[in-house]
């Protein structure tokens, strides 16, 4: 009998330290392990090829994962690999490989996924905001072409109208070397609020920001725009959360990371 290849959905975590018993275990047992980074920053890329050796490494960009379909990861599994596709954060939250996943499932090739920790479990913990009170989430992203995109805003002014928290993704694409700060962040929320004008994210806004969450070197602040604009994070990743309706719980676990409220 033909061994079918086999595709593994793994995710890494924020870093090393987050890797599961189960994820190393798949990572040495694996012929091949396709890295992409493009969607999120780990800085812990040298402790995996050193885990499972650089000669089982490859390195994927955003063109062949999505403009190629994975086609060069199909390819591994049509010549009967165990394959792991690696991300970081957790394969299928803040990132998106279902196209693979549905492709390779339709062709009859076994996948499974391998969790890791994710960025919007790890961002409200540390804010100490309570789970059951989030709202949608949105991501802030450049402006394109002159164009500033009103998602976020539209999401935070639903949010806000229900009083419920909202967590903003920031945009991040490595291989364009767009990786967006708090500040920039900041900004381009401030500019949507001089266009809409719904008083709903103003200098005087409750903000969290969480610089490299979930890591060791992680940052952590509470506090009104306006200060938190004058503020250096250090480098990315960033997340923001915008709180709606405290409950006073909330309200202290702010005053211990921050400005308070």
Known sequence: ??????????????????????????????????????????????????????EKIVRLSRKELEEENGDIIMESLKNGLRVVLASPGDPFIATS??????????EGFKV?????????????????????????????VYPKDGIVYEYPYLVLEE???????????????????????????????LELERARGKKIFTENTMLVVLARAGTPNKLVRAGRVGELLKTDFGHPPH??????????????ALRTIGDGV
Not at 27 to 49: F, H, M, N, P, S
Not at 168 to 179: K, P, R, S, T
Not at 244 to 251: A, C, D, P, R, T
């Open 159 to 189: 949010n806000i109208s229900r009083g419920l928290h909202t967590l903003f993704l920031l945009e991040i694409d490595v291989d364009q070397n767009m990786l967006m700060t708090a500040n920039e962040a900041m900004e381009i929320m």
């Open 97 to 106: 490989h279902q196209a693979l996943k549905i492709r390779a499932m339709r």
């Open 1 to 54: 009998m033909v061994f079918r290849g086999e595709l593994i959905f793994l995710g890494l975590g924020l870093y090393s330290g987050h890797l599961t018993l189960e994820a190393v275990n798949e990572l040495k047992r694996a012929d091949i392990v396709y890295l992409e980074l493009y969607t999120g920053i780990y800085e812990d890329a040298d402790y995996l090829e050193k885990l499972v050796g650089t």
């Open 112 to 140: 499974r996924v391998i969790h890791g920790l994710s960025i919007l479990s790890v961002a409200v913990s540390e804010s100490g905001l309570f789970s059951y009170k989030f709202g949608k989430s949105a991501t802030i």
């Open 239 to 252: 997340t923001i959360i915008v709180p709606g309706k405290l409950h006073f719980i909330e309200e202290e």
